[in-house]
């Protein structure tokens, strides 16, 4: 069994409960409402800013010159081919992007991505590789089963198709095989330190939706 196999049986649950969340069921039917899928979209645009960084640290740890290319790409492409998306979803809610980039983030984001920063700045590759997993592998996984049933609204299709393309699961393909041989390198223990990261970033991505859905706010 390979090592992103394990990975993927520690978070399968998780993942379970992502497709049953009433964020992932309301883009289904088109119940979602707007305003939660506003606040999503602001506070995702916030949060690649920081995937990015810890992509790009990642690639500074990568012991390849095509595995450090794959990562350099991918941070760039975090900012610029989904930035695209944002800027355009934001367009058709009504969202002014100067006024989203100042918005503050969630608890959510910034303990997702705070996790992330931490664990691709100052812990071992495998690691890093295991906290960055889940926010490919769940959302490639939720934009096929989502695509497959669609959406009313056409916005709401929108970031569905994006995440259910060809050229995501090709990316997919290569962090999975990065994470493979990483966590073979350091054998069983090295693994489970990794896989540790891997449930977190899934369970930060459930928050993730959760939080948009309820508007969370800092309590003080």
């Not at 006024?99 to 812990?123: H, I, M, N």
């Not at 071992?124 to 997993?133: K, M, N, S, T, V």
Request: aromatic share 10%.
């Amino acid at each position: 069994m390979s090592p992103t196999t394990k990975i993927w049986a520690d978070i399968a649950p998780v993942y379970a409960a992502v497709l049953k969340h009433p964020f992932l069921t309301g883009l289904i039917d088109g119940t979602l409402p707007e305003e939660a899928f506003s606040r999503y979209v602001i506070q995702d645009a916030l949060f690649l800013v920081d995937y990015s960084r810890a992509l790009a640290l990642c690639a500074a740890k990568s012991p390849s010159t095509r595995q450090l290319k794959m990562f350099c790409a991918h941070a760039t492409e975090a900012i610029d081919v989904e930035r695209a998306l944002h800027d355009e979803l934001m367009g058709h809610l009504g969202i002014d992007p100067d006024k989203a980039a100042a918005t503050e983030p969630s608890p959510a984001c910034l303990g997702y991505t705070s996790f992330l920063l931490q664990a691709c700045a100052v812990r071992d590759l495998h690691e890093a590789l295991g906290a960055i997993l889940p926010c490919y592998w769940i959302y490639w996984e939720a934009g096929k089963e989502l695509v497959a049933k669609g959406s009313p609204d056409p916005r709401y299709k929108l970031w569905i198709d994006t995440y259910a393309d060809e050229s995501f699961g090709e990316a997919v393909d290569g962090v999975l095989a990065a994470c493979n041989a990483a966590m073979t390198a350091v054998g069983e223990a090295g693994t489970l330190a990794a896989r540790r990261n891997a449930l977190t970033a899934a369970r930060y991505e459930w928050l993730f939706w959760d939080s948009a859905l309820r508007d969370e706010r800092w309590p003080v």
